[in-house]
């Protein structure tokens, strides 16, 4: 699979999610040194894919992110906006939260001491 074929992996991915039964919690999006939340996808004609991740920078300044609100602009957002072609990384993690633990599983969770990593 080359590389455009796994760009649009990804956002179809995305897609299928925030499209599902049930609730839709953001993603978290992680790259080498970086951490994003994706917190939708839009269909976009104009992109290869024909869609595009909607993704929080933790690094955008807020100044900005107010100034986007407060103008209410479609244009004023395109800085959360990201094709499947502005994924550049290598390698890219992506984890979804399914679900809230009931009462008894939290208390069980807080016991918890290791963590195994595994590779899929």
């Known amino acids: ?12 991915w995305v897609w299928r999610y925030f499209n ?4 839709r919690i ?9 951490s994003r939340t994706i917190i939708g996808v839009l269909e ?5 894919s024909g869609k595009e991740l909607l993704i929080y920078d933790p690094g955008t300044s807020p100044l900005r ?4 609100l407060n103008k209410s602009s479609p244009k004023e957002l395109e800085f959360l906006r990201f094709p ?5 990384h290598s390698q890219y993690q992506i984890v ?6 009931q009462d008894e599983f ?3 969770a807080k016991d918890f001491t290791s963590f195994n990593h595994v590779t899929l």
């Open 96 to 101: 979804a939260i399914r679900g809230v633990l």
């Open 26 to 34: 953001p993603l978290y999006f992680q790259h080498q040194g970086h």
């Open 1 to 12: 699979m080359n590389r455009v074929q796994k760009q649009r992996q990804i956002v179809e």
């Open 44 to 48: 976009n004609s104009t992109t290869l």
């Open 65 to 68: 992110i107010e100034d986007a």
């Open 20 to 23: 599902s039964d049930g609730p």
């Open 106 to 108: 939290y208390e069980m």
């Open 84 to 88: 499947a072609s502005a994924l550049k």
